[in-house]
């Protein structure tokens, strides 16, 4: 079965306003010449433009999907962040304190897009419509609480699926492995008391949320045990991700069992972010692309989906997706990363490889005994 691609233009066309990265222009910060808001299309689009030249496009089921509905949202929202979410966007656009999420006139419609491409793909590989599928979702979705947006996501665009396609289907044990740098603390607080979904997230030690680590977070009551939070040192590099698969990952995914692997495909890990501090590159995300593929394959009859999260180097995002649209094709293109040479001369030392291993060893030994 082909791998399906789910993307909509209207998605790129969410705007924060103006932006310098992720700082609002005004008082001494001077308004960008471009595009200055580190949430922009052109990762998205450039990702997208490299598929096609790459010669990868023609080998995706390229489809788009209808916006998630109320019902869809109000399975994970509160109907007053929803109502608010709606009123403010109609109204030009803004910001709903206390976290910032920018967001510009019409973006709950597309929002709501972004959120049914997610939904549609957990739907047609489920029902076995294809076997795997990749969304090119946005705004994003990792941040997003109950009752608040937040680190750029106005939706939970997974948590929303995951409980469309169960209300339809019956229940169903899935796992979500988020490799986004920032840790993805709302489908952690949206699942934490939930026995059918492992949460996993590996993620740069406090980068964002600001100061959270979180491996002491394990779920509560029912879910106690299936949450798992990977806190990475900075600029650990490529070895540690390989590291923490195969101490911490994997064992946790083949104690639960899952019927479904969703992964939140960030890219800010790379050695190029302007919002993080790590060193992976594109065959960091190549490596765990083909690792978390294998284990479903091993596991769930190679169910997965991968939803776009972060990334903001608008140069290299391309690079590190098309890895891992290359690994659910089981194909590879004639692109040549152009900064993977220079990025593995600047990889980390020995001893800090030694000892952010020590670490994770520490925490699989903690939890696995």
Known sequence: ?????????????????????????????????????????????????????????????????????????????????????????????????????????????????????????????????????????????????????????????????????????????????????????GTQTIFYERADTLTISLHQENCFPPGYGGAQDRGAGDGYGTNLNIPLLAGCGHRAYLDAFELLVTPALRAFKPDLIVVASGYDASCVDPLARMMATSETFRVMARQVFGLANEMCGGKIVVVHEGGYSDIYVPFCGLAVVEELLGTRSKVIDPLLDMSDLQQPPADLIAFQRARLEAQALRIFG
């Not at 209207?10 to 609002?24: K, N, S, V």
């Not at 001077?30 to 496009?57: C, I």
């Open 1 to 185: 079965m082909a791998t399906a691609f789910y993307h909509d233009e209207r998605c790129l066309w969410h705007t924060g306003g103006e932006q310098a990265l992720f700082i609002p222009a005004g008082g001494y910060v001077q308004p960008p010449s471009a595009t200055g808001f580190a949430e922009n299309p052109e990762t998205k689009r450039r990702f997208k433009n490299l598929l096609e030249v790459a010669g990868v496009w023609p080998h995706l089921m390229v489809r788009s999907a209808a916006p998630s509905g109320r019902e869809d949202l109000m399975r994970v929202h509160t109907a007053g962040y929803l109502d608010r979410l709606q009123a403010m966007s109609d109204a030009g656009g803004g910001n709903i304190p206390p976290h910032f999420a920018p967001f510009g006139q019409g973006s709950y419609e597309i929002a709501c897009l972004s959120s049914g491409l997610v939904k549609q793909a957990v739907e047609d590989v489920v029902t076995g419509v294809t076997q795997n599928a990749y969304a090119l979702s946005r705004p994003p979705g990792h941040h997003c609480l109950p009752d608040a947006s937040m680190g750029f996501c106005l939706l939970a665009n997974i948590p929303v699926a995951l409980e469309a396609v169960r209300a339809k289907h019956g229940p169903l044990r899935v796992a979500v492995v988020d490799w986004d740098v920032h840790h993805g603390n």
